[in-house]
């Protein structure tokens, strides 16, 4: 028997492989090799997880290594195994241990049924020990796996440890590991599997044999779906297929997840489309085609509303910022590959779309927008109100200034910001100066900076009205919101301050000027003397007035009886208040 498998598997057999008891074929096959044999529900990743190299997909380069390793006999001590989640890393590494320990090895590949591989696949087995990093990666949990080394398999050759996500363990753990995989018994294998290779010292990196798992191409995936989906006797529309594999982003197992979870919805009939969108909360494709047209239309409102009416409808913030991203994507492949893009795997019907929407926006533009959205999506990872930190990633799409990409056009508007802050602080220091000098009794009226004064708002008003805020100034400066706030120095303050926030009215107090926030944000500003003082400075340099500046919310300035929104104070004062529109 020895000389038998000594010729099938020259493995280095350190450790008494004469020991098994080879059962008999055709003698009883358990659980965990292919479907069909369980009671209860198993899930389809379950279920379909490959037992056999050659069963793995996507991975061929890095199969064909390990394979032939294994028929050489050439095992190493530590493998690393690196790639995003769902990429065959742990089902890789099992594989590997049972064919490593096979007593009937099938050209590189387990055989499935020796007593081994059946232990193996039971969990059953001492020879694989598999160990989470993530919930524990103590010293102390580590040192019990470091002490069972030093004893050889009593059964079969190798003592495989299968230490996933191991870059969570501590310095500790790693400098005990260390010294282990410095001089490994020769029966021991370590296989690490990371989704951080990055986080890993060097040492422990340096006597690794590395591997790195691809994501597995839509293409390779949609096609391992049909099979599942014939052999479970499912229909699907091809369509619905198309879009889970590419949902999945490269994971065999999350594509297998995804399509439990749409076939479980909808028990019976044909999985179309529309439901598969319906279970993963995915907006069509048209709504993100509308934001789209929002966004290049700087539509900053309707934008928010688009998002507003998607969140309403039950989808996750994250989700549309993540769906958003990969429409505006798929369109810059479209259009860089001249409309063809055969990576999109796009139907008919989305490339068409497509095409229209690719019309009106170049490629630059749209490297902006999926710039901005990532970081959006990244921020969004440790965000407390995730709303909040998309509506301001949306709004930022919306801003013109920013819309070149250029960051030489970009630094030249901040040197242009910085100027003005500079010119303002010198004014403000001359304003103040004749203030205590007593040099300026009553407030400079409008326009004294060059502008004119807007039409109609009558002459008359402005000299009877020694107020710091003219009514007339008040429309001036509703009229001008969004461009005066383009001045502050942080955009994002100034697009919320623009979008999210209006001036109010007040007949009793006329030298304030009340910035009504939507409720939510009133308590980001509400005492924020800087951002108050910077407001007041920019509202010196446009319109020579500096008026008190409350940061208030819409809810209690409507409770006021005195106070109204600046284009209403027209009608209720019966003053004349042209609105201007904005340039
Ligand atoms: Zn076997």
């Not at 387990?110 to 081994?116: E, I, N, Q, V, Y």
């Not at 407390?384 to 799409?397: D, H």
């Amino acid at each position: 028997m020895k000389k038998r498998e000594g010729d099938r598997l020259p493995l280095r057999i350190h450790w008494g492989g004469s020991h098994f008891v080879r059962q008999s074929p055709g003698q009883e096959r358990t659980g965990g090799l292919t479907g069909g044999e369980f009671v209860g529900y198993q899930a389809l990743y379950r279920k379909y997880r490959p037992q056999t190299f050659e069963d793995v997909k996507g991975q061929d380069v890095i199969i064909r290594t390990l394979r032939n390793q294994i028929r050489t006999g050439r095992i190493g001590h530590a493998y690393l195994f690196c790639g995003s989640r769902g990429t065959g890393k742990t089902t890789v590494a099992k594989i590997f241990a049972k064919a490593i320990n096979c007593e009937n090895l099938q050209d590189g590949d387990p055989c499935l049924t020796c007593r081994s591989c059946r232990a193996i696949a039971d969990g059953a087995s001492m020879n694989v020990i598999e160990m989470d990093a993530a919930s524990r990666n103590s010293v102390d949990d580590f040192r019990q796996i470091i002490d069972e080394i030093a004893y050889p398999p009593a059964d079969g050759r190798y003592k495989v440890y299968i230490i996933d996500e191991v870059h969570m363990l501590s310095g500790a753990a790693f400098n005990a590991f260390l010294k282990t995989l410095e001089e490994p018994p020769a029966y021991a294998v370590f296989i690490l599997a990371t989704t951080d290779p990055q986080k890993l010292p060097d040492t422990i990196l340096s006597r690794c044999q590395r591997y790195d798992f691809h994501r597995i191409s839509s293409d390779v995936i949609e096609k391992r779906l049909q099979e599942v989906l014939t052999q479970e006797q499912i229909e699907a529309e091809e369509k619905a297929v198309r879009y889970i594999a590419r949902k999945a982003e490269g994971g065999m197992r999350d594509a297998l997840s995804i399509m439990d979870q749409c076939v479980s919805f909808y028990t019976g009939g044909r999985l179309t489309y529309e439901q598969v969108l319906d279970v993963l909360g995915t907006a069509p494709r048209t709504q993100y085609a509308v934001m789209l047209s929002q966004t290049l239309q700087f539509d900053c409102s309707g934008l928010l509303t688009t998002f507003d009416s998607l969140l309403m409808s039950g989808r996750d913030t994250r989700q549309i910022i993540g769906d958003f991203t990969w429409y505006l994507r798929d369109l810059l492949l479209f259009k860089a590959s001249g409309g063809t893009a055969e990576s999109l795997n796009l139907t008919d019907e989305d490339a068409e779309e497509l095409l229209k929407a690719g019309k009106n926006v170049s490629e630059d533009r749209l490297m902006y927008l999926i710039a901005v959205l990532s970081e959006v999506a990244g921020d969004l990872r440790n965000a407390s109100n995730p709303r909040i930190t998309a509506e301001v990633g949306l709004i930022r799409l919306c801003r013109p200034e920013t819309s070149g990409a250029d960051p030489l056009a970009a630094s030249a508007r901040l040197d242009e910001v910085a100027q003005q802050t500079a010119g303002l602080s010198e004014r403000l220091n001359r304003v103040e100066e004749a203030i205590r000098d007593g040099r300026m009794i009553a407030a400079p009226g409008a326009g004294q900076d060059g502008e004119k004064a807007s039409g109609k708002a009558g002459d008359a008003d402005r000299r009877e009205v020694p107020k710091l805020v003219a009514p007339e100034l008040f429309s001036r400066i509703q009229g001008q919101w969004k461009n005066t706030l383009q001045a502050m120095k942080d955009p994002g303050t100034g697009s919320i301050m623009a979008n999210l926030a209006e001036p109010w009215y007040n007949s009793s107090d006329q030298e304030t000027l009340y910035v009504a926030f939507d409720d939510d944000w009133v308590k980001a500003y509400r005492d924020n003397q800087k951002v108050k003082e910077e407001f007041q400075d920019i509202l010196e340099a446009k319109y020579g007035v500096r008026p008190e500046v409350r940061f208030v919310s819409k809810c209690e300035m409507q409770q006021r009886t005195d106070s109204v929104r600046v284009q209403d104070a027209a009608k209720i004062e019966g003053i004349d208040f042209p609105i201007e529109e904005e340039d």
